[in-house]
């Protein structure tokens, strides 16, 4: 009994020493050596991509958080390689780096989303500024042929008016000389001939026989006459006085010229502009009847009046 | 003789696994059930990946409270950790879903506006 406890004693140190070392070892060297678990390749190979990943820069926090939940699972992997709480602290850290990478592509995609958002913003302000403009330009396009089409119509309506207006007036000027001569007709005699329109005004209706005072009637007849022409316009005309061949030559272009004088006088008085009268005194130059009889030199003494005179 | 195998008792006791139980996780589990609901009320579901980690999240939470009726509360929170990151990751996945489907509809909106531009 007593070489027994002796030899136990004696032994039992050796073997308790030999566990303890075998203990120790395993704790020590065993983890080191040891697998790690599938959930922590899982979770290192998901934190080494999500940090070689956009997740660096779109979502740091959450990458630092995989990385702290990584360095608990590689704690607890150190502590005890095959425990379930290796394994569940693994599994959580492999969800974290999932969460980081899956964050980033949110950011990334949200990013992305504002950018776009922006590019419509300034494509849609664009394309409402082009067709503000082409609207600008097809209005003022068509206020311009709007206002083109205005003038056109009231040229048109112009030309139309004046065209009624100058219609309106050569039929009142028609009228008017038509009148005019009518009414000169009634106090002379009016002919066509190539020297021009001739008014003939018998000597007998105007003067005293060798004078050249114009009698009353005749001042009435010639404000007629300046009255018709007014209307004309006063026309250029001449003037020219005739006698009979009684008496001296000189004597009757003298009186002839003096009636003729009376006459344009007359019309001057009456408004007639004197620059456009000329007046001549023929005499006994140019009768138009015979002197032999009364009757003839009564028609030889006149004046006449030529209208625009060739 | 005596001290020596008390000692060696105690090492056995403490190189062995721990029995000692902390206490139920009620407030875990309440976070990791709310997690959850986050996750599908995000849309989780209708996304493969999303609805892969909701079921795993949901198993863990019913294994989580078998352990929990068992009093193994130490193994229930674990559980319950690993639930909770997968539903977290299941609301990670449903909102780059909804991320994506905007950055698609942004697209179509810039798309729309440059063809007439181009024609």
Redesign the interface.
Known sequence: MSSRETNMQKT??LI?AS??IV?TGC?LAGCSSALPPKELIDARTAYDRAKDGIAKELAPADLDTAKQSLRKAEQAFQDDPES??TK??S??AH??A??AE??A??EE??R??AQ??K??QT??DS?LE?QRLALENGKAALNKSQAELDAEKKAREEAEKARLLAEKDKADLEKQLQAALKSLKEIAEISEEKRGVVITLSGGVLFITGKFDLLPIAKDKLNQVAAALKDQGYPPIRIEGHTDNVGSAEDNKKLSQQRADSVKDQLVSQGYPASKITTVGWGAEHPVADNGSPEGRANNRRVEIIVNPK | MRTTLAALCLMLGLVGVGCSEGIPPIDQLAQTQGAIRAAEEAGAEKEPQGQLHIKLAHEQLDRAKAEMDRDNNDQASRLLSRSSADAEVARAYARKQTSLIAVDEAQKQVDKVKAPAGK
Do not use: G, H, M
């Open positions: 039992l140190p308790l566990f303890f203990l704790s379930q709480k569940d602290l599994y959580v969800r974290k999932l969460l899956i964050d592509q949110i995609a949200d992305k989303r776009l958002e590019d419509y494509l849609r394309e082009r």
